[in-house]
């Protein structure tokens, strides 16, 4: 049985082959997106040059919400359609997951090295695993596994209220809202967000000075302002990152992807991660039962489909 699993992101599309819950590492390739009219022609550039082997199911993870089967990427105007998938593939079965589904169905497949650890706890067996995607957008999923296999859920989370305790978060908030007047979790911690938060911090002494993500983390801890716009980015990921495993209880684990949290891990102990993490009040005992890492592996949403796929054979 030969699959087919795709990641669909804002600028790049990746598509591998996949055996069982395992995909064919040397299968795997990367395409710009704004190459193609959409993803059909992504999908038979692709199956063209895998030698155009005979697909017996797809699954594809996009980034953006999808219901009954369809789908809008966030970041592009693609429209991603199962019915679609299955005539250019010739596949009977076809599943389209949120890219956040697919990376929740990936965390049983992923080699021990794929995880950095971010803040110690126990790790229940069996227990509530929560993922938390910091990447060009922010969202959210949970995994449980049921009696009838794993349930992972779709989420558009990273555009709810950003949390507000404090006039210094009053602050923000009003600085990051822009002109709709609403300051979502994803204005500050997706990869724009950095930038943002810079604007922010700069704009208290003085005009705000722009630079982007990577020159933030590359200039901090030298440069004061850099320094206080990684700090307060990673309050406000405590903030957010904690109040999500109060609503979920995450025994089994909490898990950051994306090149954002992959940036900022080396960072966040210094930064008091721990410290706004667990700072729920008479829960802050509760908080230590929630251990976080951060998850390396770039192909983790193809497994995750891959993974999906053999499960509901």
């Known amino acids: 049985m030969t699959r087919l699993v795709v ?11 996949a055996e069982g819950p395992r995909i064919v590492e040397d299968s795997v390739r990367r395409y710009r997106n704004d190459g193609f009219a959409g993803l059909s022609a992504v999908l038979m550039r692709y199956l ?14 996009l980034a953006g919400p999808v219901q009954a089967g369809r789908g809008r990427l966030t970041n592009l105007d693609w429209l991603i359609d199962e019915a679609e998938i299955a005539r250019v593939t010739g596949a009977d079965r076809v599943r389209l997951l949120n890219d956040l589904q697919a990376q929740g169905h990936a965390l049983d497949q992923l080699a021990p090295v794929a995880l950095v650890p971010v803040l110690d706890g126990p790790r229940a067996v069996g227990g509530v695993r929560l993922v938390i995607g910091l ?5 959210v999923t949970v995994v449980h596994r049921t009696g009838t296999g794993t349930l992972v859920t779709a989420n558009e989370a990273g555009h709810v209220s950003l949390p507000v ?12 809202a822009g002109e709709d ?9 997706a990869g724009r967000g950095l930038a943002t ?9 003085g005009p705000p000075q722009r630079i982007e993500g990577s020159e933030i983390i590359a200039a901090a801890p030298d440069d004061p302002a850099a320094e206080q716009t990684l700090r307060t980015y990673t309050r406000m990921l405590g903030r957010v990152a904690g109040d999500l495993a109060l609503h979920h209880l995450p025994y089994g684990g909490i ?44 192909f983790a949403a193809l497994r995750g489909c891959a993974a999906h796929l053999a499960e509901t054979a």
Not at 48 to 60: H, L, N, R, T, W
Not at 197 to 205: A, G, K
């Open 7 to 17: 990641d669909i992101g804002g600028t790049n599309t990746r598509a591998a082959l």
């Open 48 to 61: 063209a040059e895998a030698g155009s082997p005979q697909i017996d199911g797809a699954c594809a993870a």
């Open 135 to 139: 990447g060009t957008g922010v969202n």
């Open 165 to 176: 305790a404090c006039e210094e978060d009053l602050s923000l908030a009003r600085f990051a």
């Open 181 to 189: 007047g609403f300051a979502a979790v994803e204005d500050v911690l």
């Open 197 to 205: 938060l810079h604007d922010w911090v700069t704009s208290r002494t």
């Open 255 to 298: 898990y950051l992807i994306g090149g954002v949290a992959r940036a900022m891990t080396p960072h966040l102990a210094r930064l008091g991660l721990d410290d706004s993490f667990r700072a729920k009040g008479r829960f802050s005992r509760l908080m230590e039962s929630f251990a976080i890492a951060t998850i390396t592996d770039d």
